[in-house]
Nanobody, 115 residues
Framework: QVQLVESGGGLVQPGESLRLSCEVS?????????MGWYRQAPGKQRELVAD??????NYADSVKGRLTISKDNARNTVYLQMNSLKPEDTAVYYC?????????WGQGTQVTVSS
C-alpha cells in the first residue's frame, strides 16, 4: 500500500511563507511518478498547483513566481515552498503521485492566509 503523508500547513498572514512536505512510503513510486500538489478551496473544484517530472516542472498561472515545487530523492519527499501568500491561496493542499495507471493522494493539509 502506498501512503502519502503531508505536513506543514497552518495559518499565516498575507505576504508570509509556508513550506509543505509530502513523504511517500514507496520509493519506486516516488522516483517514477509525476509528483504534484493540488488544492481545493471551499466551494471550488480541486485544481493543479504544480507538478514535476525528472525533466520539467509545471505551475498554475496563479502561483508562478511565488510557489516552488522540489523533491528530495533521499527522503522520498516532495516539497511546496509557498512565498508571498495571498488570501486566495487559502485551501486544503493535497499531494499526488501519478504513475500513469493510477494516482495516489495524501490526506490533505489546510493552508489559511488571513490577517
Amino acid at each position: 500500500q502506498v501512503q502519502l503523508v503531508e505536513s506543514g500547513g497552518g495559518l499565516v498572514q498575507p505576504g508570509e511563507s509556508l513550506r509543505l512536505s509530502c513523504e511517500v512510503s514507496n520509493g519506486f513510486i516516488f522516483r517514477t511518478a509525476v509528483m504534484g500538489w493540488y488544492r481545493q478551496a471551499p466551494g471550488k473544484q480541486r485544481e493543479l498547483v504544480a507538478d514535476m517530472t525528472s525533466r520539467n516542472t509545471n505551475y498554475a498561472d496563479s502561483v508562478k513566481g511565488r510557489l516552488t515545487i522540489s523533491k528530495d530523492n533521499a527522503r522520498n519527499t516532495v516539497y511546496l515552498q509557498m512565498n508571498s501568500l495571498k488570501p486566495e491561496d487559502t485551501a486544503v493542499y493535497y499531494c499526488n503521485a501519478n504513475t500513469g495507471w493510477r494516482g495516489y493522494w495524501g490526506q490533505g493539509t489546510q493552508v489559511t492566509v488571513s490577517s
